[in-house]
């Protein structure tokens, strides 16, 4: 089953369970989508799901942490929970060792020697890890071991 419909079972899960928050959740995520597709005038694929949802759950993440910040504990929990909602439909996250793994082969096979390497690197393991890891975390590590 593809993403876009695992997203739309969800949904007709969640109007018949009356789950208000997934159900919201999901219209979003929809709606996103539905947007790119319109802005694009071309179907979206797996991978432009995908990075929709990244991006969604990078929002919430934010938005929680500043929510907490400011004491608002109850729009925090909002944040959270459709954060939760959001990364059923993502892949497994990598391990770190998993992680380690592909910087390494993808050193290798673009033969990177120095940070001048950085985008080259970047540009092999995106399509690899997007949605399994966050990309400033995976740049972070990269640096590390290119500097």
């Known amino acids: 089953m593809s993403l876009i419909e695992r997203l739309k079972e969800a949904q007709k899960d969640a109007m018949r369970a009356k789950d208000k928050v ?3 959740t999901i219209r979003m995520a929809l709606a996103e989508v539905k947007q790119k597709e319109v802005d694009t005038r071309e179907a979206v694929t797996e991978s432009d ?3 929709i949802l990244t991006k969604m759950v990078k929002q ?5 942490a500043q929510f907490e910040a400011a004491g608002r504990q109850d ?13 059923e439909f993502l892949p497994q996250a990598l391990t770190d060792a ?6 390494s082969q993808a050193m290798q096979e673009t033969g ?3 940070m001048q390497d950085m985008g080259k690197v970047m540009a092999w393991l995106k399509p ?15 640096k590390a071991k290119l500097g």
Do not use: N, P, Y
């Not at 729009?75 to 990364?87: N, P, R």
């Not at 998993?98 to 910087?103: P, T």
């Open 60 to 64: 919430r993440k934010d938005a929680h």
């Open 98 to 103: 998993e992680l380690e793994a592909l910087i």
């Open 49 to 51: 799901i995908i990075a």
């Open 128 to 142: 690899q890890v997007q949605g399994r890891t966050d990309m400033g975390q995976l740049s972070g590590k990269i």
């Open 112 to 114: 990177a020697a120095g």
């Open 75 to 87: 729009l925090a929990d909002q944040e959270a929970a459709e954060m939760v909602v959001l990364q």
């Open 22 to 24: 997934r159900l919201g």
